[in-house]
């Protein structure tokens, strides 16, 4: 049933009665929803609580004209189940206590199955799907990417220009070898689990590859990120690979091998289709920044991706980074109804 949704059809480049669309980061601060629950819990109480995650993830949905929900949970999150000491600290972000600094840390780290690490996320997928399922809108499951996640294990935090991670990286490869290892092996898993409790499709977040060189990207990460990959088809649903900053290396990205290719504002959306082929979906790619600017702009750019899509099957709508803190919920709720209504209009011209 779900494999009609608009969606899980552009993921599989098939014709569609009008273009995708869902956001990035679609549940959070921005909406006044979210900061109610948030003012009674913290971060990680809200992830841990499955009927918390639910409502959350419910939110915009109810809010939007969305065609996809995605789980509420965090990326940093199995992190936890390996021995890594995680907080979100208000106002700064992600933070770690115990960040991996030497061999020893990377070879002590656990290696937990998602069911005994993650039973909540588990769960809070299997009440989420069963809400979603009778409505016809498939639910994403997600994890980090392997260098995306080490970056933190490592850094103990976000980030700027990733000495440590980098350091780790050129000076102790077989250690970064076997970090990255348990990383595939950890994430394989939990997006495994994740279909099997209900998500329709997967979608691997690697916010920051644009930190490294296309050489670097091959050597040292794309393999593992590659087989993370190749593990997460085997479950038969469609995986995104999201990145940013990676425009100067769409082919290195392409060859990864997902199912559709997620790119940020930084490419023209016609030109990455190039570089990705036509034989991959593609998803994006409105700079989140747009929504806070008046209509017409953001009209006027939205627009201009469509037409670069040019019509073509295989282009889900969404935007090249998540949605921020403050954004007016008005442009969001506007922009979705926007998409459809044009995106359906062109196909009854075409026709
Ligand atoms: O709606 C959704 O997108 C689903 C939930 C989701 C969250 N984080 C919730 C969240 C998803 C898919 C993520 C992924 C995530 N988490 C990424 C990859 C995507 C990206 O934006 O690059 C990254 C890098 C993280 C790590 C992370 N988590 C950071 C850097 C932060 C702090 C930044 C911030 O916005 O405060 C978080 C916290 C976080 N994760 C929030 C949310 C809604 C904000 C927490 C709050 O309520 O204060």
Redesign the pocket.
Known sequence: MLSESRFIKACRREPVDATPVWF??????YMPE?REI?GRMS?LEAIRNPEVSRDITLQ?INAFQLDAA???????TPLIGMGIDLD?I?GE??HIENPLRTTRDIDMLGVPAAAEALPFALEAIRLTAAELTPRGIPLIG?C?APF?LAS?AIEGG?SRNYERTKGMMYAEPAAWKRLMDKLVTVLSDLLARQVEAGASALQI?D?WAGALSPYDFDRYVAPYTRQLIENARKSNVPVIYFS?GTSAMLDEVARLGSDVVSVDWRVRLDRAWQTIGSDRAIQGNLDPLLLFAPWREVQAQADEILAQAGGRPGHIFNLG??IL?GTPVETVARLAEYIHEKTARLEQVNL
């Open positions: 990035m980061r679609q549940a959070g601060r979210y948030r971060m915009p995605i789980i509420f949970a965090d990326i940093l979100f208000k972000g992600p997600f980090g995306t933190y976000g977040f916010s940013t980074h998540g803190p």
